[in-house]
């Protein structure tokens, strides 16, 4: 798919204001794309909560040349609980992520079916009690990129990375759509 495949007026094209903003957090090399503005919140909740698949490719189509930044990694996609996915009929972060083209991994599971948007930043910090690797699943020695939508407390992604780091990875990086301007550890 081309970006001119996609049907975007100039009008919201334009709205599109990548940052580009490297960050370490919990010890590892992030980006994100762009800052979690109003734009970019209500495209992404016109893609997850109106079921607007078409959306997913518009947010890195234009920026494809970022899987060679990442050629041997895997992207492990953040989970959302079952539930969600089956009701919505797709994963939101994979129908994002798969347009760079990567080996795609669905390592985790959600156990709990809490929506985060619907939480305090405390309540939030205790996502990663529900975050767990799927049985058998083997990362050993291998390069991870860690992909998610929006990252506001950054808790999805902390519990992902201390779950990574125990299961010995080679490698760890972050990838997130977008990513609220105070996280950076």
């Known amino acids: 798919m ?6 975007i007026c100039h009008h919201c094209f ?3 204001k990548p940052i580009f903003k490297h960050f370490k957090f919990e010890g590892c090399s992030a980006l994100a794309i762009y800052e979690y503005d109003d734009f970019i919140r209500s495209l992404i909740y016109q893609f997850k909560t109106n079921l607007d698949i078409a959306l997913g490719p518009i947010f890195l189509e234009r920026y494809l040349h970022l899987k060679y930044f990442y050629l041997g990694y895997k992207i492990a996609l953040a989970p959302s609980h079952v539930s969600q996915d089956l009701e919505r009929g797709f994963r939101p972060v994979e129908e994002i992520f798969k347009v760079l083209g990567l080996p795609l991994i669905n390592p985790f599971i959600k156990t709990n079916e809490v929506k985060q ?7 939030r910090k205790e996502v990663s009690k529900y975050i767990k690797l799927k049985e058998n699943f083997n990362l050993k020695n291998q390069k991870i990129l860690l992909v998610d939508d929006i990252m506001t407390t950054g808790s999805t992604l902390k519990a992902m990375v201390e779950i990574l780091k125990e299961e010995n990875v080679k490698k760890i990086k972050i990838l997130v759509v977008a990513k609220t ?3 950076e550890k």
């Open 117 to 123: 948007v619907e939480l305090s930043v405390e309540e």
């Open 14 to 16: 334009v709205k599109f």
């Open 181 to 183: 301007p105070l996280i």
């Open 2 to 7: 081309n970006l001119k495949d996609v049907h």
